[in-house]
């Protein structure tokens, strides 16, 4: 028996996941509020509660997790395609631009507050002005906030080297835009992954001593995303996951690639989208407002503000250009999903699935789950190290209502 402790700190809660990775038996599952003095208090509380562990792995969202500013070439193509791929890699993305900047533009990017910079522009061996441009006034503009470069390769290395020579922390990755219609997220994800490691999980000051930081391997959109593709590989057609939490709602889908047209952006199979808007205890509010635009009803109680946020999350995800009609299956995430009795939360779901008044085609007939064993974004975190393990507690502890 190999027991690793999965945790994933959140703005509300943090959650515990105990595996035995020698067979992906989960052994326990806990969670404990965040704590707002030091994040390791929750932490510590839960794995006391859970006993000696061989490994301990986390993921995090608080703080507000991981805030993601894009400048891209164009709108339409790499900004388009640099938002996506950050939305993948975890990112809240807080504001996006587009084309040469000047100092206007430069200064509505630091007003977004990122924690991160994805600088991208133009296909492969092809334009290369614009991005050398961006590169140039950032640096001129005495940033500070890490900068990942993720466009033309012809001019990557030289934007870092302008980057770095004014004292801006900088990494180039591969073009997430490398030909047109073909978006690569995987080196940014990466890069952003580790940026967020190295340079923003400590500055956040959620811990008083560096251990946190050591134990935080990723984002937890990340981990939850990550966890969502191993379970995309056992599901015979599409996987839709819908995740409420207190300060955002989070939807994630999963598409078996149909041979069709793409656009110019290309296509994210797996994709993720964050409605930093809706929560259920830091922006219920928001959840009301959006309601009313969206002519959705808001039952009483938490349960309700969740299926309401959850109906307008994925209204969203969908008008992003994302077809839901062949999903076979839905996974709905959440504290407010896991509390509930199985036969309630399953309930509050059904009416994501029922609604018509967004125009586009809906699931036939998918099978719902919950996940009220944290088992998505534990998945994500051993699925490194660990994949069968990985596999085989989503198997085991997601299956249907």
Not at 378 to 390: C, I, M, S, T, V
Request: glycine share 12%; aromatic share 2%; proline share 4%.
């Amino acid at each position: 028996m190999t027991l690793v402790a999965c945790v994933d700190v959140g703005s509300t809660d943090t959650k515990l996941a105990v595996v035995d990775v020698a067979d992906g038996t989960l052994v326990r599952t806990g969670t404990h509020p965040t704590t707002g003095g030091d994040v390791l208090a929750g932490v510590d509380a839960l794995l006391a509660a859970a006993g000696p562990v061989d490994a301990v792995y986390c993921c995090s969202s608080a703080g507000g997790g991981l805030r993601l500013a894009v400048i891209g070439y164009e709108a339409l193509v790499s900004a388009d395609a640099a938002h996506r791929v950050a939305l993948s890699a975890g990112a809240r993305v807080v504001h996006v631009a587009a084309g040469a900047q000047d100092s206007a533009g430069i200064r509505a990017v630091r007003a977004a507050a990122p924690d991160v910079l994805l600088l991208v522009g133009g296909t492969d061996g092809g334009d290369g002005d614009v991005l050398l441009h961006n590169a140039r006034r950032v640096a001129a503009a005495r940033w500070r906030v890490p900068v990942v470069v993720a466009g033309n390769i012809d001019v990557r290395d030289t934007a870092v080297d302008v980057l770095t020579a004014r004292n801006v922390p900088a990494v180039g990755a591969g073009n997430v835009l490398p030909r047109i219609g073909v978006t690569e997220p995987g080196p940014a994800r990466a890069a952003i992954r580790d940026v967020f490691l190295r340079h923003v999980i400590g500055g956040k000051h959620l811990s008083k001593g560096p251990r946190f930081a050591r134990l935080v391997r990723m984002a937890t959109p990340d981990a939850v995303l990550t966890g969502v593709s191993l379970l995309a590989d056992t599901t015979d057609g599409d996987l839709l996951v819908v995740d409420v939490g207190g300060a955002t709602t989070d939807v994630y889908s999963a598409l078996v690639p149909d041979g069709g047209a793409v656009g110019v952006a290309g296509t994210l199979w797996r994709a993720r989208t964050v409605e930093g808007d809706l929560g259920v205890r830091w922006n219920v509010d928001g959840v009301h407002t959006a309601a009313g635009r969206e002519q959705v009803t808001v039952s009483g109680g938490p349960l309700g503000v969740a299926a309401a946020a959850a109906v307008i999350a994925v209204r969203r995800h969908a008008r992003s250009g994302r077809d839901l009609r062949n999903v076979v299956s839905v996974v709905a995430s959440g504290g407010v999903f896991r509390h509930a009795e199985r036969a309630a939360a399953l309930a509050a779901v059904g009416p994501t699935l029922r609604d018509h008044a967004g125009g586009w085609a809906l699931p036939r007939s998918p099978r719902v789950t919950v996940d009220d064993r944290y088992v998505l974004a534990a998945a994500g975190l051993l699925a490194a190290e660990h994949p069968a393990a990985a596999a085989a507690v989503l198997r085991a502890n997601l299956h249907g209502g």
